[in-house]
């Protein structure tokens, strides 16, 4: 009896979370628009229960397929779509990045912040990375730029 009844208990448990999951609360819409220039990806995540959009993420590629940008943006019900993250990236001959520039979004001024960091990626002569530098860039008009 008590078999029976803990079985009864763990099917319906199971068939509940397997209903539940079934259903997600987030869905991710995705558009690509293909030019002479290159590709641009744009994804955005849409919440079904609140009926609004949460965040998009948009990637930029060049003609070659190598990723130039990538820029995270959240949604603000006033605002539209207000900047969070920027990503630059700088690749070599060979596709691997040897540049990479992160920028936050400044509340304070609206746009993105003057400060970003630099991570340097240093190859070898067979293309195998040997180390990165990471260089704090500060552009508000004195240019100051610090090493790590």
């Not at 940008?69 to 959240?74: A, H, I, S, T």
């Amino acid at each position: 009896m008590k078999t029976i009844i803990l079985t009864s208990v763990l099917t319906a448990f199971l068939s509940v979370t397997s209903l539940y999951a079934g259903e997600p609360k987030t869905r991710v819409y995705s558009n690509e628009e293909i030019s002479a220039t290159g590709v641009v990806k744009e994804l955005i995540s849409y919440d079904m229960e609140m009926g609004r959009p949460l965040d998009k993420v948009v990637y930029y590629y060049n003609a070659d397929g190598l990723i130039q940008k990538k820029v995270l943006y959240k949604w603000d019900g006033n605002g539209g779509w207000i900047g969070s993250q920027k990503y630059d990236y700088e690749c070599n001959g060979e596709g691997k990045i040897i540049n990479l520039i992160y920028t936050e979004w400044s509340d304070k001024l609206n746009t993105w912040s003057c400060r970003s960091e630099q991570l340097v990626h240093i190859y070898d002569s067979e293309g195998e990375l040997l180390a990165t530098k990471q260089i704090h860039l500060n552009n508000d008009g004195d240019y100051l730029m610090s090493q790590k």
